[in-house]
Every structure is written in structure tokens, then in C-alpha cells.
């Protein structure tokens, strides 16, 4: 038993260095034009289904680059930036959070409160806009068929996102045009928070809510019924920046990418779950 | 200040513990007497909660309990009630993850209980149900509180699952954990802070209270097991 034991194992270790040893002949062989290139992207949760697709791409247009995309609510990718994470580009849902990182804008409190200067001037741009809408799960059980119908009782739980997130505050904005009082709703425990867009998204996927306020991107993704759409009177144009940061080791690399995200290739992908692109 | 978060937390950590006292209690006393295979097995599959992350028995009970799913469904259909989003939603997860603690602590102490005095109580005719809960528990007195703190402790305490199976409805569904994390998420961390003292100030109090209780226990009970 033991002497078997002994020369499967010897078998394994033999078979795992082969492996090995040919994996490193094989990179060897191949003569690289362009040195590797690591990309970090920070990119808002609702970015996930459509930048996925891009980086796929993109492996074909630069194939020495390699792209990581941390994926989360604008909100939460400012705090980690302005922690020191490392990170090339960043693209968010709002200006907001944009505004909190330009150095242009170091003297104005209200837009940038921490006074931080983080982002390479010049290479800010308004990449896409989207649309905040009302979504329901499928077969609508409470009936919600309009932003109005939330002043009504048919609402018994509503999932938004919380204030640090983009479409939080876009759907803070819906609300207040309407003339809903949060707090009110709040009392009559009729909100339900999530720490971002997706999460609001699944907890209306699952019915787990009679609706929610997400943005039409999303809603195409997951599948979900838009019973209504903000207008721009409602809660403005919803605009998503990006920007280079200025703690990049490769801004070229990274601005090649950026630039990428504006070709006609890209549009098409962007465009198909609804997005539309900012000229 | 809205001390809603306190009520709820503590509310789900009291029924929860109440749960989990009886469940717990229930699985160690017949666990303790079956095979030792079947015995092994159920050990793992119960204590398995202990070792999962919050996030994983959170993802496993929606799958169980989410209005689409086939238990939800039935619940919805017949009690017109979710099974999610609600208040005593949380006491789902929070059963969920404090159990294996019970019962560990509680088979732990059914299994050091000497036999020879449930002997003597049936040598005196005395009832099986007497035996369990006037001799035996009395005895692993103990063990079975150290496993009812640990639980409550980690009712309390429960954030992951809590927050996926009740989310976070301000007033109605929010705990001291999920209040948290909200806060620091929507940069109030002065009032975070707030919250964060609050829960270090019950959880040091109750352990204090647990010890204290413990140390007079065993200052009558020196010298044996006697209860």
C-alpha cells in the first residue's frame, strides 16, 4: 500500500512539473513587441455588464494589456480612492463624486469638501448618460405603474439606493419632484437600502420588494419591467464622467483605454443595453 | 437619536436565543444517542453554519425563503406574508448562525453528565421528561448558559446574512450592525460612532453579568456536580 502510495505521488509531482516546465517554454518562445501592462479601472456597478464586454475587446485591440475592473457604487469607490487605493481610471455614475476628486475645483466646499486634487487635469470627459427609471418584479404583484403610484398605498416597500449612491440620490431627486416626503416613507417603513445599484436590482429581481428605482441600463440587464422613466425635469441628466488619476504609473496605457471607450466599437455595446453615448 | 436599532437588535438576539435554546437543546439530547456515523454526519451538516461565512448562509437562505422560491411561494400563496424583508426575517439568520453554538456547547455537556444519576432518578420511578429537566439540565447548568451567551452574543452581532435575508429598512428592519455600516456608508460616522459604543457597552455588559453569574455558581457548588 505504502510503495503504491509512493509512486502515485511520485507520478503527480513529476506530471505537475511538466506542466510547469512547458508552460515556461511556451512563454519563452513567444517574442513580446509591447512590454505587459496592468490597467486598474474603477467603474460604477451599473458599468458591469457593458465594460465586461469592453475589456473582452479590448484583449483583441491590446493584447498586451490586462485590465481589473473593481465594480461598486460610485460612493464607495470615492471613499477607497481618496483612501489611497491604486487606481488608474475611474468612472462614475454622477459628478458628484467626480467633483470630490477634481483639483480644479479645490476652493469650492460644497463640490469638493476634502479639497483633494486627484485626478490628471484635462483628461476628465463625460462618457455616457442613462436614464433613472421605476422597475417592478416580474408579474407586478403590488401594481405599480407609475412613479405616482408610490404616493399611493398600493407601495408597502420600495428599495432605493442609500445617499452614497449615485442612483440614491437621483432617486431622492425623483421624489422630491414629486413632492414625496422621504422621511415620511421612512417612518412609514416603506424604504428599503441598498449599498448599490445591484443589490437594489436584486432585491426587486427577487420580488423581495413591490419596486425599485434603478437606472434603465440596469433594468435591461436583469431583465426587469420599467413601469416609468425620470424625465430630466426630475432629477437632471444623468451623466457619468471619467477621469485619469493622477497616482497612475500609466497614464499613456491608460488613457489609450479611455480613448478606446469612445470608438464606435464601444458605442455599439454601451448603446445596446441603453446607455447613450456622450459626444 | 432613533434607538429603533437598539430594540430590534435586541429583540432578534432574544427570540433568536429563545430558538435556539429549545432547538439546540433538542438536537444534543437525541443526537447523543444515535450511531456514530449518523452522529458524525449531522454533526457537520448542523455545525456548518459556524464555519460558512455570513454571506454564504445569507445567499442559502434566500434561496429558501425568497418570494420566488418554493417555500416563499407557499408562504406568500397561503399567509399572504414575505418571508424576507421583514423584521423577524433577521431571526432566520440569526437561528441559522448561532446554533451550532448551542448545540456544540450543549452536546459537550449532555456527554460529561454522569449517566448513573439519570439511573438513580429511574431506579426511583421517576418520569423521562423529570429526568431531562430537573436533573439533567440542572447539572449541565453551566455548559448550557456558556452556550446560550455565545448565541445571544452572536444574534447580536450578526451583520451578512441579516442584512441579505431583512435588508435595511430604516424603523422597521434595521439592526445596530446594518445601522453601522449604513452610516459609514452615507458618511454620518459621528453617529456611527455612537452606535458602535452603544453595542461595545451591552455586549460588555452582558458577558460581565454572565461571569459574575458564573463565579457565585460555582462558589455554591464547590466540590462537585451536585445541583
Known sequence: MKRTMAWILALVLALSLAGCGSAAQTSGTKTEEKPAVELTVFAAASMQETLNRVIELYKQAAPNVTVTVTYDSSGTLLKQIAAGADC??????AQKQMNALDGSLKGDTDKNPDGLDLLVQGTRVNLLENKVTLVVPDGNPAGINSFDDLKTDKLKLMALGNSDVPVGSYSLDVLKYLGLDIAQLEAAGKV???SNVKEVTTQVSQGAVD???IYATDAFSAGLKVVDTATKEMCKQVIYPAAILNTTKQQEAAQAFLDYLRTDECTAVFEAVGFTVVK | ?????LYNSLRIAA??????????LFFAYYIARLPRLLKGVLDVILTLPLVLPPTVVGWLLLCLLGPKQPLGAWVLNVFGTKLVMTWWSAIFATVTVSFPLMYRTARGAFESFDPSLAAAGQTLGLSNTYIFWRIR??????GI???????????????GATSMVAGYTPGKTATISTTVY???????????????LVNIAISAVFLLTINLLESRDKQKNRGGSRP
Open chain 1, 88 to 93: 488608474d481610471l475611474f468612472i462614475s455614475a
Open chain 1, 192 to 194: 428599503t437600502y441598498g
Open chain 1, 211 to 213: 419596486c425599485g428605482i
Open chain 2, 1 to 5: 437619536m432613533d434607538w429603533y436599532p
Open chain 2, 15 to 24: 427570540v433568536s436565543t429563545a430558538a435556539v435554546f429549545f432547538l439546540g
Open chain 2, 137 to 142: 439540565l440542572p447539572v449541565c447548568r453551566q
Open chain 2, 145 to 159: 448558559l456558556a452556550g446560550m451567551v455565545l448565541s445571544f452574543a452572536r444574534a447580536l452581532g450578526e451583520y
Open chain 2, 182 to 196: 449604513q452610516l459609514w456608508r452615507t458618511n454620518e460616522d459621528a453617529m456611527a460612532l455612537r452606535w458602535v
